[in-house]
């Protein structure tokens, strides 16, 4: 828990799009908090905001501001929001919130702050959440901030990469991808790295442990042609709950168009459990493609997983 990391203030109104008004605490249950116009089964129960991030905001503005005239429920002290991801966590005391969704469309004239001075910080600071356990909060209390890790797993099947007799190039030029395409964005990565033979009960184990140490996204590359060891995508459609084959029919007639040979790969990608699986061919040109075109839905994919249909 952050040194001095607490709860400011808690705040409901029983219509949308009002100022919120303080109260001594509040109570959640799963629909979030009770008598709040923003209670029920949806992803945007409970809204959070920094005092600090509002005292800036009245300093620039020169205005006075009351706890929940941004319509927030709960003001923090002590942590940075700004670093906070789509499902960290807090923690208060026993309730749990778990964050769904940061910033929204602002209001416009309907807010009273936007009308005042023209802007309004709550579509780019503040933070919604869900509730994933209920109790009480009230000024006062401490609050425990839980990064959560988005983590990655990369195989490459390679009998002689595994062996050593050269480099793996395809699973480090995927890494690379996804360091790049997450460097701006507010998720926690934590990225993995393996070599195994074309062994498909190899493959099995590998990827039934990443399924249950809790691996949001596995990519592999190699073994997706028609050889005798290519054995890449029916191992990983073997353990899939469910495959989406849109991606790849796409990524295929996509490159095939100007490479016929291209149409000739196998890859697939398909769900297990709430972890997303690729296959990717083993050239390093062929991941930049495939890579490339992964990366428009992977992180939407990812929050649909977790039961945020978010458009």
């Not at 030029?173 to 926690?188: I, T």
């Amino acid at each position: 828990m952050l040194k001095n990391a607490e709860v400011v203030s808690v705040n409901i109104s029983a219509e949308k799009g009002t100022a919120k008004h303080p109260v001594p605490e509040i109570c959640l249950d799963e629909r979030g908090i009770i008598g709040d116009a923003h209670a029920g089964a949806w992803h945007r129960q409970v809204s959070l905001l920094s005092q600090d991030s509002i005292d800036r905001f009245a300093a620039e503005k020169e205005i006075q501001l009351s706890p929940g005239d941004f319509g927030e429920n709960i003001d923090l002290c002590g942590i940075d929001l700004t670093t906070v991801a789509v499902l960290d966590c807090f923690r208060f005391g026993e309730v749990e919130l778990e964050v769904t969704q940061i910033g929204k469309e602002c209001h416009g004239d309907a807010c009273t702050i936007y009308r005042q001075v023209g802007t309004c910080i709550m579509p780019t600071e503040g933070l919604f959440c869900r509730v994933v356990q209920g109790g009480t909060i009230q000024p006062g209390d401490p609050v425990e901030y839980l990064p959560r890790p988005l983590k990655f797993q990369i195989i490459t099947l390679s009998d002689r990469a595994f062996a050593g007799e050269y480099a793996d190039r395809s699973g480090p030029q995927v890494r690379e991808l996804l360091e790049a395409f997450l460097e701006d964005k507010r998720w926690h990565p934590q990225i993995e790295q393996a070599i195994l033979p074309d062994d498909a009960e190899r493959l099995r184990v590998e990827l039934a442990e990443a399924v249950d140490e809790g691996v949001d996204v596995i990519i592999t590359t190699g073994g997706t042609g028609v050889g005798r060891k290519d054995v890449t995508p029916e191992t990983v459609a073997g353990i899939c709950d469910k495959l989406i084959p849109g991606i790849m029919e796409a990524i295929r007639i996509k490159f095939g168009a100007q490479n016929p040979n291209a149409l000739l790969t196998r890859g697939v990608a398909g769900v297990c459990g709430q972890t997303l699986i690729y296959t990717l061919p083993g050239s390093v040109r062929a991941v930049e493609e495939y890579m490339g075109q992964i990366l428009l839905t992977m992180e939407h994919l990812i929050l649909m997983l977790h039961g945020l249909d978010i458009h």
